[in-house]
């Protein structure tokens, strides 16, 4: 988590000193009618969470839940091989120019949210079952029995939003542009979160779970006035009040909220589609 803050710091922080300290260009080079598309990855980082099961013969709250994101290991396989592109935690998005330095976006950016299983937690609530029952102690559970709780958004946290940014030209050259922009954005949550809960058999299907918004700033480094290479900081906040927990249609179901941290870097091409 310090990581990712100070990352997203210090994106903040050169993003800021641009904007105050640089004059725009008279021309602007993100005009209206233009379209952004990009492709990148990301690392994430999560505040602690209470995390509410509801279901049959149990209603119980688990108390600051430690979780992280999981990165995959950077190589040819896992990131370029064209059926696995979509397996690291990734970031697309499509902007339109409605007019010069102004547009709307839409993306997805796919996190992945894995609980910890080294932990123990306050329990607060009931459970009907006594072999699980028993497994409270002192108002506490040890998570690292995975026969109590496996607890994951990995296939992912998917977050879905559409929003404005803003964009200025902060340096310009023949064929080299900075661009710093600025923005928000909301929208649906879509997990496919991996949950077995009592040794029942894995719920792991996508669902609209809940809701997130974000604000977002970046550096774009631009090239030849097209192809961009683009460094992201967001921070946002996460509410998912219908988790899915089992297989099949039960009421059975989760619920949770928190902050979130973002740091993405990747790369994208911009053109007018009115030609």
Same mark, same amino acid.
């Given at each position: 988590?310090?990581?990712?803050?100070?990352? /997203?710091?210090?994106?903040?922080?050169?993003? +800021?000193?641009?904007?105050?300290? *640089?004059?725009?260009?008279?021309? &602007?080079?993100? =005009?209206?009618?233009?379209?952004?598309?990009?492709?990148?990855?990301?690392?994430?980082?999560?505040?602690?969470?209470?995390?509410?099961?509801?279901?049959?013969?149990?209603?119980?709250?688990?108390?600051? $839940? *430690?979780?992280?994101?999981?990165?995959?290991?950077?190589?040819?396989? @896992?990131y370029f091989k064209l059926d696995r592109v979509t397996i690291?935690?990734?970031?697309?998005?499509?902007?339109?120019?409605?007019?010069?330095?102004?547009?709307?976006?839409?993306? /997805?950016?796919?996190?992945?949210? $894995?609980?910890?299983?080294?932990?123990? $937690?306050?329990?607060?609530?009931?459970?009907?079952? &006594?072999?699980?029952?028993?497994?409270?102690?002192?108002?506490? /559970?040890n998570l690292a029995d995975e026969k109590f709780l496996l607890?994951?958004?990995?296939?992912?946290?998917?977050?879905?939003?559409?929003?404005?940014?803003?964009?200025?030209?902060?340096?310009?050259?023949? @064929?080299?542009?900075?661009?710093? %922009?600025?923005?928000?954005?909301?929208? &649906?949550?879509? &997990?496919? %979160?991996?949950?077995?809960?009592?040794?029942?058999?894995?719920?792991?299907?996508?669902?609209?779970?809940?809701?997130?918004?974000?604000?977002?700033?970046?550096? @774009?480094? $631009?090239?030849?006035?097209?192809?961009?290479?683009?460094?992201?900081?967001?921070?946002?906040?996460?509410?998912?009040?219908?988790? =899915?927990?089992? *297989?099949?249609?039960?009421?059975?179901?989760?619920?949770?909220?928190?902050? +979130?941290?973002? *740091?993405?870097?990747?790369?994208?091409?911009?053109?007018?589609?009115?030609?």
């Open positions: 988590m310090k990581k990712v803050v100070f990352l /997203v710091a210090l994106v903040l922080g050169f993003s +800021f000193g641009f904007g105050q300290d *640089v004059k725009l260009k008279k021309e &602007p080079l993100t =005009k209206k009618g233009q379209m952004l598309i990009f492709w990148g990855w990301n690392r994430a980082a999560f505040s602690n969470s209470d995390i509410h099961f509801k279901g049959d013969g149990y209603d119980f709250i688990l108390h600051k $839940v *430690v979780a992280h994101d999981r990165p995959s290991d950077f190589s040819y396989y @896992n690291p935690q990734t970031n697309q998005r499509f902007a339109y120019f409605i007019k010069d330095n102004l547009a709307i976006v839409a993306g /997805v950016d796919h996190m992945k949210y $894995v609980m910890d299983q080294d932990q123990t $937690v306050k329990f607060s609530g009931k459970i009907s079952d &006594p072999a699980y029952a028993t497994m409270i102690q002192n108002g506490q /559970v607890f994951e958004h990995t296939d992912g946290l998917n977050y879905i939003s559409f929003g404005l940014e803003k964009y200025k030209n902060i340096y310009n050259k023949k @064929n080299f542009d900075i661009v710093w %922009s600025y923005g928000g954005g909301l929208g &649906p949550m879509f &997990p496919k %979160s991996n949950v077995q809960l009592f040794g029942n058999e894995r719920s792991d299907r996508f669902h609209v779970a809940g809701f997130g918004l974000d604000g977002r700033t970046s550096l @774009n480094f $631009v090239f030849w006035k097209h192809v961009v290479a683009r460094v992201e900081a967001k921070g946002g906040y996460i509410n998912m009040f219908d988790i =899915k927990t089992t *297989v099949n249609n039960k009421p059975d179901k989760a619920e949770q909220d928190f902050v +979130f941290g973002q *740091v993405t870097f990747g790369i994208g091409y911009t053109f007018n589609t009115k030609k």
